[in-house]
């Protein structure tokens, strides 16, 4: 029967299946031991072999596996055939529909003062808003705002550094050139949308005593939804979705010249738009308030021991190693290529030069890492598949009909609260 997430973190006083006690699995180190990894992270094997090196007692062993909804559909039934593996590389949306389904393991008990190597928001979303600690982040998407460089010069237009200042350099470019947008509202990037939302402050979901409490449209997420929603229908911001072959040219002509993405985005840049590379820059999202930064996040995983594992703490020192250990971190991020969450890796080392793409600012990781040290906190809920399809259908079909964002953002909210309901979920 499935848990509920909040009465879960009341039962850490009692002692239940959690490591802090003794575990979720019975614990049997005495002798070497393997632990299994399900990730799908690149090249991941040649960073655990360094683990393995180093610890002939506790080896790593590597399953390759797909990411997203799929690894979590086969990490709940492998949870329920008795049968998981030790570790996972899991997203951090994804963290507490397992932690409901008793998936997890709290390894608060286990990871010592590894909260002191991030961010307080990205470790918050590994707490899930409570005591216990579920996973051990291992990368995360700071968001940024990507710029044409050499068209701004042309036309005359100043990085914004407040939402305001957005929108009256989105309206001053297309009254300039009316062919250009500085950026697009995404209807089928949730995520995305879900980065700006914790920008502003919101929080969609939080646990209050035994209770799930939802705020998909809190004061907040209206703010942000309206604002945008005004921008589209004036049409000073385009409205055609991310990840299409019509954006990708989009890019690549010059037609948006401005990305709110994450730090990842030059990647995307250089396989969507090569002739572009050397012509943008990188610069803080435009703030709410200058006098309080904060930056939100769109991807991230972590590393996350199952309830399951009979060897949690041998697991546990693997997930903290991999994500902390200066050698493991400087091998996530030239094997692997992840931007790593634990901030003393976030600038030089294997970060010391820019990403080929953006050669011409060379501070580029620098500042990345200033911006990502501002990221908001923020708590994921047990249902963000229902609420991210709400948001695509809601959104899409608002988008398509011209009409208001904000209705559109109700019927999330809306989705979200019924589905918690109907899956036995305390609600608030």
């Not at 973190?9 to 299946?17: N, R």
């Not at 030790?86 to 997890?104: G, H, I, K």
């Not at 409570?130 to 460089?149: K, L, T």
Request: with cysteine; hydrophobic share 40%; aromatic share 10%.
């Amino acid at each position: 029967m499935r848990l509920d997430l909040a009465k879960k973190s009341l039962a850490v006083g009692l002692g239940l299946a959690l490591l802090a006690g003794c575990g979720g699995g019975a614990e049997d180190d005495d002798g070497p031991v393997e632990l299994t990894f399900w990730s799908w992270a690149p090249n991941i094997e040649e960073v655990v072999e360094k683990w393995n090196a180093g610890h002939p007692d506790a080896r790593v062993v590597v399953s390759k596996q797909a990411s997203g909804d799929d690894l979590v559909t086969k990490l709940l039934t492998s949870a329920k055939g008795g049968n998981p593996p030790d570790l996972a590389q899991v997203e951090y949306q994804a963290l507490p529909t397992l932690v409901s389904n008793d998936v997890l393991a709290d390894v608060s008990g286990a990871v010592g003062d590894a909260a002191e190597e991030f961010a307080p928001g990205v470790w918050d979303q590994v707490t899930l808003g409570g005591s216990g600690v579920y996973a051990v982040p291992q990368d995360s998407g700071p968001m940024m705002f990507y710029y044409r460089a050499d068209l701004f010069e042309q036309y005359g237009l100043t990085v914004p550094k407040t939402w305001d200042e957005y929108a009256r350099t989105a309206r001053d470019l297309r009254a300039k050139a009316p062919d250009r947008f500085l950026g697009t509202f995404s209807s089928n990037d949730p995520g995305w949308f879900a980065g700006l939302v914790q920008q502003a402050g919101g929080q969609w979901w939080s646990v209050d005593g035994d209770r799930w409490e939802v705020g998909v449209d809190d004061a907040a997420s209206r703010k942000v939804t309206s604002y945008w929603s005004g921008l589209v229908a004036e049409g000073a911001v385009d409205r055609s979705p991310m990840y299409t072959p019509e954006w990708n040219k989009a890019l690549n002509d010059g037609v948006q010249i401005g990305w709110l993405s994450a730090v990842w985005a030059p990647g995307v840049l250089q396989g969507n738009a090569e002739g572009t590379r050397g012509k943008w820059a990188m610069a803080p999202m435009p703030q709410w308030d200058p006098a309080s930064p904060r930056t939100g996040n769109w991807g991230g995983s972590t590393t996350a021991v199952t309830a399951g594992s009979a060897h949690q703490r041998a697991a546990t020192e693997f997930a903290v190693w991999l994500n902390t250990d200066p050698e493991a971190v400087a091998a996530l991020v030239t094997e692997s290529g992840v931007y790593p969450a634990a901030t003393a890796a976030q600038t030089g080392g294997a970060l010391s030069e820019p990403p080929a793409f953006f050669a011409n600012q060379p501070d580029f990781y620098a500042r990345a890492a200033e911006i990502a040290d501002t990221a908001a906190s923020f708590t994921w809920g047990p249902n963000v598949n229902v609420a991210y399809t709400t948001y695509k259908n809601a959104f899409g079909e608002a988008i398509t009909a011209g009409a208001d964002l904000v209705p559109a953002l109700a019927r999330v909210q809306e989705a979200t609260l019924a589905d918690l309901r109907a899956n036995g979920f305390s609600v608030g």
